[in-house]
């Protein structure tokens, strides 16, 4: 059984940072590109960055540059380091990965930018 297990979130004052993980069993993330992603209330779940098998990473432009996604294929891990968070990046946070036409996602984590 495919799990995707997301922690870190929480409350941080504008300026903050905070590191996302996503815990990945019954699947060796080695074999798959990782991603993840974002819902704001009201708003549609948005791409935030992306990691390739091979380490290639992307990132959506709200994002480049504060935030680094990166993968630790022998913990089946992904994280997701924050930086200078903005109220703008409140939302909730899902890891993602892909099998063809299946879509795999975590039950998400809460990040809240406010001071």
């Known amino acids: 059984q495919v799990q995707l297990v997301e922690s870190g979130g929480g409350l941080v004052p504008p300026g903050g940072s905070l590191r996302l993980s996503c815990a990945a069993s019954?699947?060796?993330?080695?074999?798959?590109?990782m991603a993840w992603y974002r819902q704001a209330p009201g708003k549609q779940r948005e791409f935030v960055a992306s990691?390739?098998?091979?380490?290639?990473?992307n990132y959506a432009s709200s994002v480049k540059g504060r935030f680094t996604i990166s993968r630790d294929n022998a913990k089946n891990t992904v994280s997701l380091q924050m930086n200078s968070l903005k109220p703008e990046d409140t939302a909730v946070y899902y890891c993602?990965?892909?099998?063809?036409?299946?879509?795999?996602w975590g039950q998400g984590t809460q990040v809240t930018v406010s001071s």
């Open positions: 993602n990965f892909n099998v063809l036409t299946q879509s795999y």
């Open positions: 990691i390739s098998t091979g380490g290639d990473e």
């Open positions: 019954g699947i060796r993330i080695w074999a798959y590109a």
